[in-house]
């Protein structure tokens, strides 16, 4: 078949912990955030160029959109490198993640505030309902690696968590990561 | 947040391979399929009432759907338990699979019948693309279990792969599985 975006034709492929070479190839636009780009994220200000995750997109022919993120092993201060988190713009948007390689957490905030942590894993499956808030965080000394499944016109607001961050945080504390309040 | 289908709240879950209770718990429909509803499919016929699949379809607040299905171990003569298989009645509609436990094969075929082969185990991603049929085959002496993602108007098409069937099979052969032409 034809891809929607471009003249490509689309295969199945695995994309596998080891094996996203395929997905990365057919991807339609890739994204790269540095220390630097997230500074304001983090408690600890920072101006370092060093990449924290990259992301990999592919446009789905329909509704759906599918992104690789992968998130490689760092800190800034004593936190774990993270994504920047967001909401969804569109108020129905959901989200699922499956997580393909590496160790960490995944932190969700409801609108309300509510916070949930669900620890990532290869193999984990995770529901993200509309309306609640999500950041990935690489608690392991590997990168950490999940594929996205949601809707392409989710959007995204960051503005939210730029201000007032999550109410967790994701720190190490005598070599080991721990969670706890901002 | 609300469900867009019921009034109950979903709460961010995870659906691994052995915790999918909370996904059965917010699943809006639950279809079962024998081996009597496979006649047809299967090379050899069959009537037995013996249940051979089933499906937990939860309805996504947007457009994507999230179903998770459990093949049971088992065969008809030498063939393993395995899904209907459809193409998607949509032309755009892609779809998105994560094994969550067990041991498979998942057979693709497009419309032109170019066959594909992709083994299923704990932790494999799969992207289907548009006007691929897919089929799933349990292969394993245990429940394969996946979970898809899918645009909810994608419809099933069975008719074509019930007069035709896929131009593979999978059957046992000295205790093994071996994947062969029809």
């Known amino acids: 078949m034809v891809c929607y975006e471009c003249p490509m034709s689309v295969d199945p492929f695995e994309i596998n912990g080891g094996n996203i ?3 990365k190839a057919a991807s339609h636009e890739k994204l790269v955030r540095s220390e630097k780009d997230l500074n304001g994220f983090f408690l600890t200000g920072t101006s370092a160029e060093t990449t924290v995750y990259e992301v990999y997109e592919f446009e789905g ?3 759906t959109n599918l992104a690789i993120t992968i998130v490689r092993p760092g800190k800034v201060g004593d936190e774990y490198y993270m994504t920047k988190g967001h909401f969804h713009e569109r108020p129905n948007a959901d989200e699922t ?6 160790n960490g957490v995944l932190l969700l905030q409801s609108k309300d505030g509510e916070p949930e942590v669900i620890d990532m894993t290869a193999g ?4 993200v309902p509309p309306e609640w808030a999500h950041r990935t965080v690489n608690t392991g000394d590997d990168e950490l690696t999940f594929l996205a499944v949601y809707p392409k016109d989710s959007g995204h607001d960051y503005d939210v968590i730029l201000r007032n961050g999550f109410k967790k945080v994701v720190v190490e504390v005598d070599g080991q990561p721990v969670v706890r309040d901002r």
């Open 21 to 23: 070479e395929k997905f």
């Open 61 to 63: 022919p329909h509704c």
């Open 97 to 102: 993640y499956f997580c393909l390689a590496g």
């Open 124 to 127: 984990s499956a995770i529901y």
